[in-house]
């Protein structure tokens, strides 16, 4: 459990797909809105988002808030991308998530990703020249699309916030919380 100062009038985007690690995605909502913040899931469609555990065990269903289409960009104040391969690979060729990721990163908003879903930043090209963490699968792909990759528990590069697994969240969603009081 993290202790997070109060985030009351804070507003936290958490985009995701089908097949999410379930605790990359509730752990970051719960712990937020606990904190005070007004956090919404945003997903390429509507309804429901299926969870996992694994990658191989499903899990809860969560209820979408909003669609990417209709994302409004001057909403939230941090932008959160569970991790899950199923989830990250489908959001990695998505143009309205790598769109609306491009444009946080550009205009200084605090983009939070975990274990594979920094996928999406590198297809993105948004990890050239900075230094970020991720699944450790990945640190060939963030390697080779310019980015320096370490084996940290969470990297903070600017408004990048990154971290490698669920036994990292703690530290995630305390650097959340500071990025969003900074």
């Known amino acids: 459990m993290s202790n997070l100062p109060d ?5 936290v985007a958490i985009i995701a797909t089908d097949h999410f690690e379930e605790s990359e995605l509730t752990t970051p909502r719960d712990e937020l809105e606990a904190a005070g913040a007004d956090v919404r899931i945003f997903a390429p469609h509507d309804g ?9 065990e499903q899990t809860i269903s969560v209820r979408v808030d909003g669609t990417l289409d209709s994302f ?3 909403w939230p ?3 959160v991308l569970p ?5 990250a690979d489908h959001l990695r060729t998505d143009e309205k ?3 609306i990721v491009s444009a946080a990163l550009e205009s200084g908003l605090p983009v939070a990703a975990i274990c594979h879903a920094p996928w999406l930043l590198v297809s993105a090209g948004l990890v ?7 699944f450790p699968s990945l640190s060939v792909d963030v390697s080779n699309a310019g980015g320096d990759w370490v084996d940290e528990t969470v990297v903070v590069d600017r408004n990048l916030i990154t971290s490698r697994k669920p036994d990292d ?9 500071k990025a969003l009081t900074a």
């Open 7 to 11: 985030l009351t009038g804070k507003r």
């Open 48 to 56: 429901s988002l299926q969870a996992m555990q694994g990658d191989t």
């Open 72 to 74: 409004d960009q001057q």
């Open 77 to 79: 104040d941090v932008i």
């Open 83 to 87: 991790g899950g391969t199923v989830n």
């Open 97 to 99: 998530a790598q769109g």
């Open 128 to 134: 050239e020249g900075r230094r970020l963490t991720s």
């Open 169 to 177: 969240l703690p530290a995630f969603v305390d650097a959340i919380g």
